[in-house]
Nanobody, 120 residues
Framework: QVQFMESGGGLVQPGGSLRLSCAAS????????MGWYRQAPGKQRELVAV???????NYADSVKGRFTISRDNAKNTVYLQMNSLKPEDTAVYYC??????????????WGQGTQVTVSS
């Protein structure tokens, strides 16, 4: 069984920063890409950033230059450093991992989500 522990969300003023963390645990054989998605009220879930096991990154245009994704493979953890936050960044942020458990097929897994609110 695979579990995710997300942390780091909260309320921040415009221009502020937050750092999200997501740690995967359980019976894991291998983790491939890890990423962050977000979903604002009334909108579809969208990709924020993704990082491969080798460290290659990709970002949504709306966050380029402000957000940085990184990972610690030894800890099965992915991070999202968010700077210069804007009200339009307000959303529930979901961790995502493409991984293979020891006793199941490779597929995408999702964290429970963490709320990020940017408001003065």
């Amino acid at each position: 069984q695979v579990q995710f522990m997300e942390s780091g969300g909260g309320l921040v003023q415009p221009g502020g920063s937050l750092r999200l963390s997501c740690a995967a645990s359980g019976s894991i054989f291998s983790i491939y890409a890890m990423g962050w998605y977000r979903q604002a009220p009334g909108k579809q879930r969208e990709l924020v950033a993704v990082i491969t096991s080798g460290g290659t990154t990709n970002y949504a245009d709306s966050v380029k230059g402000r957000f940085t994704i990184s990972r610690d493979n030894a800890k099965n953890t992915v991070y999202l450093q968010m700077n210069s936050l804007k009200p339009e960044d307000t959303a529930v942020y979901y961790c995502n991992a493409d991984l293979k458990p020891n006793d199941a097929s490779r597929r995408a897994y999702w964290g429970q989500g963490t709320q990020v609110t940017v408001s003065s």
